[in-house]
């Protein structure tokens, strides 16, 4: 394939994300036929261990297994990688550094969706792993662009938030609808003008219930947008 | 990755019916986290020239393209390959002589979730491409295990079926609902068992609408299924 065009996608982290990323990236891109679609290689590793249990709980380190997916992508002639998995972000400067390729951040995409949902300063939403939150990989860099984040409590993570991501990796995406659906509105209660679903096992889950009333930025589709920006720069 | 667990799979023919077998494989799959599920490479290569209008219409040849999939598949170390395209089964024989790794047939696939369905025998019908009709890349292969193939008549093919399909290519998904079950209940009057859906786009028009009140065969699912089974033999 021709270097310039093709995307490469470190996914499998989960593995149902990534393949909800490929179905949305499809979806999103204006196309008549098959030739129309933008080439892309899908790297599903579902073995790169747990980003929240290595930064967390002193689990074993992802970066080895991500470093060999990136090398793969290269190696099949991609042009630009990009990665649906929020929590492996924490990795992103240390990825960056190993490859040539541009890697299209998540968080930025996230930013400029709520830009594109009308939501341009304030406190905002966050959903998100006790990893991400942890390495405040969306505090700092939407705080430079003049939002507040406010995230559920520590309790609620733990007893609603992380099972339910955890649910949709087991493929039991209907449950993980109404902890995260409760676990959203909460956070609108408390002030947010939109909620960032910044793991992308959330989209999957809120998407298998009635649509919330309230803007929610979800990763999978606004890391798709940036992706087809970049394939295709003129459409 | 390790060579032996690793599925390839050669999608792309179209991107979203790739994406949705990847999202398919992942939701058969029994699996409680991440790591349970089966690693893979999607070589989503949609730039490969049309299949049915190569074998019809003298259309561009799509073998080259295929087997560049296939060497970036070997090259990332898969250990078998898939194709969720059934036309692309057309050249099979020559994917086949081109690699060492084993590549699972869909229309095998296809006969064996009939079985699963519970229709061993007798009269069914089957909705493809004109490509795939013209090939007999079913009858021959169903028609030793004992059934026979109903296909629509040439003017439905050419008003609904091909249409159809065009349209989910084109993003359209919803609207290929209608025509499409449309020409798998006249099969059935007709006399079929059961309607094997023998284009990966179809079954994405049929998901797209209320579920048919008579046995289909998916032909994203029972590849997915029998890659499951490859992948994970002990399961």
Redesign the interface.
Known sequence: ?KESRVLGVLG?????A???F??R???L?P??????????????????P?RTAARLAGGEDPLPALL?GIR?LE???CGAIAIPCNTAHGWFEAMQAATRLPILHIVEAAADELLRLGVAAGPIGLLATKGTLAMRLYQERLEDRGYDCLVPPEEEMDRAVMPAI?LV???KVAAAYAPLAEAARRLIMRGAKAVVLGCTEIPLGIGAGPALPFPVADTIDALARACIAWAKPAA
Chains 1, 2 share one sequence.
């Open positions: 394939m499998g982290m989960g593995p149902l990534g393949a909800t490929m179905q990236l499809t979806l891109t196309a008549e036929k098959d030739q129309d679609h933008i080439p892309a290689i899908l790297w599903s590793d579902p073995r790169v747990d060999r793969g190696a099949a002639g955890d990796k087991a493929n």
